[in-house]
């Protein structure tokens, strides 16, 4: 009688996980896209659906910046852009980096030693993969950009490390 029970409180524990850990699914799939955890609203009509970004992005600008992917090093069109301009979010075209910003990390992406303004980005703490990392992220409209480590310039001791893909450039 006793095993009956278990069995049938562990069934039910399992289903109610089931249910919604799916319900969870379906609303990360549906909601807008928005910075991993802060669940911050974004401030303007860039608020879109994740299926909307799907219709209006390059497939690799969609899995970069949306389903938080990485380009491979070196292979990205701004990793040795050594042009005067700015770096705009390739998404919402807000203004996030500066070509004055810009150093040669050896990484093979793009890397910043600070952002053009604090306030066009959001850092958010990233667990992923096993490693703890800092995640960068336009604040305009959540889209990944990439991550930011503390081993940059001795002038703010940040690198910016953003996938090219997550840019758009525009030159001055």
Excluded at 34 to 60: A, E, M, V, Y
Excluded at 96 to 114: E, M, N, R, V, Y
Aim: with cysteine; aromatic share 12%; proline share 4%.
């Amino acid at each position: 009688m006793k095993t009956v029970i278990l069995q049938s409180k562990f069934i039910l524990t399992l289903v109610i996980f089931i249910i919604f850990s799916g319900f969870n699914f379906m609303l990360a799939d549906n909601n807008s896209c928005q910075p991993g955890s802060s669940g911050q609203k974004f401030t303007d009509s860039h608020n879109k659906l994740n299926k909307d970004w799907k219709k209006i992005l390059p497939s690799d600008v969609y899995h970069i910046t949306r389903e938080k992917g990485t380009e491979r090093a070196f292979t990205g069109k701004y990793w040795d852009n050594h042009d005067r301009g700015i770096y705009k979010c390739a998404c919402c075209g807000a203004e996030l980096f500066s070509s004055d910003t810009k150093f040669d990390s050896g990484t093979g992406w793009p890397s910043f030693s600070a952002p053009n303004a604090k306030e066009a980005i959001e850092e958010l703490p990233d667990d992923s993969y096993g490693m703890q990392r800092t995640e960068v992220i336009c604040k305009k409209c959540g889209a990944h950009l990439g991550h930011v480590f503390p081993d940059g310039p001795a002038v703010t001791g940040q690198r910016y490390c953003i996938n090219s893909a997550s840019l758009d450039f525009q030159n001055q």
